[in-house]
Structures are given as C-alpha cells and as structure tokens.
C-alpha cells in the first residue's frame, strides 16, 4: 500500500507523460471514397459494399485529410439511445501541424461544436490527489498528454483558436456551394467570425436551428439560390415581419427555392408568415419556382376553413412558382389544450361533445383537388403548378437519441400530392394513423 506521506505526485506524472510521447498506434485506412456521410457513433460494420465505415470522428478526419479527391461531406454526431455516445462533437485538428483538406463542395453537419477549444481538452487535469490518479491514466490513454506536450510551446494565439477557426486554417471554404447546418452547437457564434465571407460560391442554405438571422445577414447578400430553414421562429420571433423582411430583402432576390417550416408540435400553434409578410413575398423573392412553408386554416365564426385566399394570393403572384409545398396543422386546437405525452398513459382521452381531436376540415383527396384546382385557376395565364403538395402531422425522423418520450402526435400524418391543370387535376392522397377519434382504452391494447 502507498503511504500518501511519501508518496510524490509529481513522479508518477512524469512517468505516465514520458510513456505517452513514446506510445505510437497502428492504424488501417479504407479506400479513398469521393463522398463521406458518416453517422457517430455508428452501429455498422466495415463490409465488403461499404468498406468505409467510420466508427470515429478521427475516422473522418484521417480520411479528409488523406484523401484529396472528397467533395462532400455529411455528418451527424448523436447519442445512440441511452448508452452510445460520440467521442467529441468536433473534428480533432492539430494545433501545431498545418492540416489540410480537401476543398468541398457540399458540407452538411448536424450536432456539430463550432467553438471546441483543443487546447481546453487537451489540458491536464486541475486534481493532483492520489484517488484522481484514473483521470491522468485517461489523459495519457485517450492521446491527449501526448498532445499537450506537443502543443505546450505554441504561440497563446494559435493555442486559443476554436474549432471553426482551425478548419478554415485548413481548407478553402470559397469552393463550397451547398451548405446544411442541423442542430449545431453554438448557433451565434459562426456569425462573429470570418467564416460566413468565405462562402464566395455558397448557392444553397439549410438550417435547422432557431437562431440563424445573425448569421443569415452575414453571408454575401443575395448570393444564395436555396434557403432551407427549418424551425424559424425564436424567441425574437423570427418569423414575424421586422426581422423576415430584413432577412428576405438580404437574399430574397436571388432565391428560386424557398423553404420555411416549423414541424408541428401539439402543445403549440405552429407559427406561420404574418399577412404582411405574405403578400411581400413576391415582391422579397420574385423568382421563386419552389416554394414550401406552413399555413394554419383560417378562423371563423362556427367553424375553420381552409386558407384559400392566402394560398391563391401565392399563386397568382409569383410566376415562376412550379412547385408548392404546404403544411396544416393536424391536432386540434382542443387537442392541442391536453397533455401531449397523454399517449403515454393508460388511459387516453375521448373529447367531450363538441370537440374533434384532429383539425378540421380534415385533409382529403377531395378536399387537395379543391384546393389545388383554386390554385390553378389563380395562375390567370401564367404557366400552370406543376406539383403542389399538402402535408399535416409529423414529418420528422424518427427519434434514435436518448429519453424517448413519444407524444401524442407522432407518426401520425396525411399527405396529398397533386399535379394536372385544365380539369385534369388530380391528387393521391396517403395517411399513417389519420382519422376521427376512436374511443378506446390503452391498457386493453397492452
């Protein structure tokens, strides 16, 4: 047994950092692909159809870094359930070596950390007591003593960059013209940095978060054709006119795609345009061929009605409009007034008398024909829809992370996909758990 009297701190860290400069590890690299989307952690195995299978972050980076030719790259760091989580949320760049990477062209990142400090993680731990003595065994096993001694010496500047700053260090982001930003750490923090004037080719834009007008405003004004953005409205209430006209009157004019759309959740009113900013859409975006957004039914005095003068108001203003995508609500706002993880108990809840579950009118294939033959005869001359879309309910992945809670809603959705003009329109209609309530008790389905 160590006697904590004798015992001396400073040797065994000595002694643990002397074995980590000198440990090397072995390592076999697949073939150089054009293309990498990788999932981390990932639950696949290399096979003889997919021989590049990363397991890693440094999988990925040892791969861009060696492999000249990649042009894309798609990226997803997520918990696997409970148990499996990534090994960091960031690409493991050398403080010290001047990497390089390919100069890509398409570049999609979810679950991403733009400001990781590799200095921060590379340190040594604060404890230097015999009971933290696990906490130095891992800084020497996981690599990163053998960094920290590599780094110590480098200038405090170069030391102190974050993970953003490391990778436009190492590659030429002018080249990249499609980029997909999902669920990133640090949503702000892009915007305070070089990185949005880099983007001189950048032609396509999704976002998957709620804070990006900041750095939206930062790109090249009006030089993005695709904007994607998933999820627009923040506490600042991005969407509301101020803020949308801002963002739109900044690259609304060279937009031909345009997507804005709040998966529904069932506790909240899903968020939609302003009337104002509705009919200034034409005039913020006059190019538009491909349009999706939301759109809630229209209040009445007895009842709800479809929002038909908000959709024919869209379609006899942009001319170059081709395709339409719409979303509706799918609960009802008596639905939405419940507990939305009521599915989860033993008993669900009928509505009282008076009251629908499900938002009404109901999405049909005769009511999509209705909607979409107004849509057409709105076009008044110009070149006819040549598909138009409506969806209601969950249209979002499947949840694969930690603490799955279901909600009410999820799964359920109804779609109707309609294309024709000149009394030959036409739509087919699909659904997945989409009808009136049923009354029913969950403990005789268990």
């Known amino acids: 047994m160590i006697s904590t009297n004798t015992y001396s701190p400073l040797a065994w860290r000595v002694g643990i950092l002397f074995l980590a400069i000198n440990t090397t590890a072995l390592s076999v690299h697949p073939p150089c692909p054009l293309s990498i989307t990788a999932r981390i952690p990932s639950n696949d195995l290399p096979d003889a159809s997919h021989p590049a299978v990363f397991q890693t972050i440094e999988d990925v980076h040892v791969t861009l870094l060696r492999c000249p030719g990649v042009a894309s790259l798609t990226l997803r760091i997520a918990s696997l359930g409970c148990a499996v989580h990534p090994d960091r949320y960031s690409l493991p760049f050398d403080l010290a070596s001047g990497e390089t990477y390919p100069p890509l062209e398409s570049l999609s990142l979810e679950g991403y950390s733009f400001g990781d400090s590799e200095w921060g993680r590379v340190s040594p731990p604060f404890e230097t007591r015999l009971e933290y003595m696990y ?59 070089r990185f949005p004037s880099l983007l001189s080719s950048l032609r396509s834009l999704t976002v998957v978060e709620k804070n990006a007008t900041e750095f939206i405003l930062t790109l090249p004004q009006n030089s993005l054709e695709e904007l994607r953005w998933i999820y ?8 509301k006119h101020g803020t949308m006209a801002k963002i739109m009157e900044h690259v609304g004019s060279g937009l031909h795609t345009l997507e804005l759309h709040t998966p529904e959740y069932p506790a909240d009113v899903t968020p939609t345009l302003t009337p104002e900013s509705l009919s200034l859409l034409p005039i913020w975006a006059p ?16 009842n709800t009605t479809w929002p038909l003068p908000e959709l024919t108001s869209l379609a006899s203003n942009l001319p170059d409009l081709v395709d339409l995508t719409v979303y509706f609500e799918l609960g009802s706002a008596w ?51 040549e598909r138009v879309l409506f969806r209601t309910g969950d249209w979002t992945r499947p949840w694969d992370g930690p603490i799955y809670l279901p909600v ?33 008790r969950v403990r005789d389905e268990l």
């Open 135 to 193: 906490e130095w065994v891992y800084w020497v096993t996981s690599g990163k003593a053998k960094k920290w001694w590599n780094w110590r010496k480098l200038p405090p500047e170069q030391r102190s960059k974050t993970n953003i700053e490391l990778w436009m260090d190492a590659m030429d982001f002018s080249k990249l013209k499609h980029l997909a930003l999902l669920n990133h750490h640090h949503p702000s923090y892009l915007a305070t940095t």
């Open 232 to 239: 627009p409205d923040a506490e600042n209430d991005t969407i």
């Open 287 to 302: 190019n538009l061929r491909n349009l999706t957004l939301d759109l809630n039914r229209r209040e009445g005095p007895e």
């Open 335 to 385: 639905r939405r007034a419940q507990d939305p993880w009521e599915v989860t108990a033993y008993w669900s809840i009928e509505p009282p008398d008076g009251e629908n579950e499900l938002a009404h009118p109901l999405l049909s294939e005769e009511a999509a024909v209705e909607l979409f033959r107004a849509l057409q005869e709105a076009r008044n001359g110009m070149k006819p829809l």
């Open 408 to 440: 009410w809603l999820e799964g359920k959705q109804a779609w109707a996909e309609c294309s024709g003009y000149d009394g030959e329109e036409k739509c087919e209609f699909g659904s997945v758990d989409y009808g009136e309530y049923k009354r029913r």
